[in-house]
């Protein structure tokens, strides 16, 4: 496999970057350098690609007509077109199941900070403040609704956390499924009239760009509370910060955000959002574990045994 050319366009973490190293040929641009140059110089004989937040598309293929694979770090591949990959028999794999129990920790752990306003609690304490008077009374969890926008992997382990509380729980996905006794919602605007607290978990992409907009939050109603670990290009920001303004609904914890790293001035000033720098699956041990799994794709892919954790878009063994 030494032999195999392998493309890094941008860094990643040293346990993948020293893995593929040693294993394949690596080229990744050296710091400070243009990644143009290199893709001029290597990317016919690519046969491999390692990405993390690298946009994928057509244009970017087509400099690598050698290409066989796609190793991307994470779950979600939003920024990679699987399906004009998969139209030039390309693979692309992600990193499933690894992340999935970290993600859901922190998304309850993201909600219950939002109703309890925990790290507001904590800067009133840090500010002397309790010596003062008592914080308010903030919310609670008795006696909410939540309802889980993508009942995949991790909407699913949320929603066994979330049994442990006490909660109802209803969702809403593409269809009903049949192994589980939540209640299910054929439309997001009728789950979000059903509930108080959406969890957002759905995959991004055109097709959910947008789709917790006006009118969802309107529904969700004014003891509202949104959480979103999934993609910040699923919420209308715009549309969120004029509920959180106005009241229409009560309050916000998103982990995800839709211009990365880049957040609203209008989220950050409303005092009773909790807001997080993407670190749904961020721990050392879940982080590695995913970097692994990019390598043992790789690995699999090019010692012939096919990918282990390929993308719906590009099925393996082929059709």
């Known amino acids: 496999m030494k032999s195999t050319d392998l493309l890094m366009l941008r860094p990643m973490m040293p346990l ?56 991307n770090f994470g779950v979600g591949y939003d920024t990679i077109d699987a399906v004009e990959a998969n139209r030039r028999g390309v693979v692309v794999t992600n990193t499933p199941d690894v992340l999935t129990d970290e993600v859901a920790d922190l ?16 800067r009133y304490l840090r500010a002397g403040k309790w010596l003062e008077k008592p914080y308010p009374l903030t919310g609670t969890l008795r006696g909410r609704r939540v309802g889980i ?63 917790v907009n006006r009118e969802v939050l309107e529904a969700l109603g004014p003891e509202g509370i949104l959480i979103n670990v999934a993609r910040g290009s699923l919420v209308d920001e715009e549309a969120l ?35 997080l720098p993407h670190v749904g699956s961020a721990s050392v041990h879940t982080r590695s574990a995913m970097g692994q799994l990019v390598v043992d794709n790789l690995v699999s892919w090019f010692s012939g045994k096919g990918p282990l954790t390929p993308v719906a878009e590009t099925p393996w063994p082929r059709p």
């Open 241 to 275: 910060i004029a509920a959180l303004q106005d009241g229409t609904i009560q309050s916000a914890g998103l982990d995800v955000f839709a211009d990365e790293p880049r957040v609203p001035a209008g989220l950050i000033a409303q005092e009773h959002t909790v807001l």
């Open 107 to 122: 998304a309850v752990g993201l909600l219950l900070a939002t109703v309890r306003q925990i790290p507001q609690v904590d």
């Open 149 to 211: 926008l993508g009942l995949g992997r991790i909407g699913r382990a949320i929603a066994h956390r979330l049994e442990a509380f006490g909660v109802a729980i209803a969702y809403h996905g593409r269809r009903p499924q049949a192994d589980v006794a939540y209640a299910y919602h054929p439309s997001l605007i009728d789950l979000a009239r059903a509930v108080d607290v959406l969890m957002v978990v759905a995959p991004g992409g055109p097709e959910t760009k947008g789709i």
């Open 16 to 71: 993948v970057t020293e893995s593929l190293e040693r294993l394949f040929t690596l080229h990744r641009p050296e710091p400070g350098t243009d990644p143009e140059r290199l893709l001029a110089e290597v990317g016919p004989r690519v046969k491999g690609l390692a990405v993390s937040g690298v946009r994928v598309d057509g244009v970017l293929l087509d400099r690598l007509p050698a290409l066989e694979i796609v190793a």
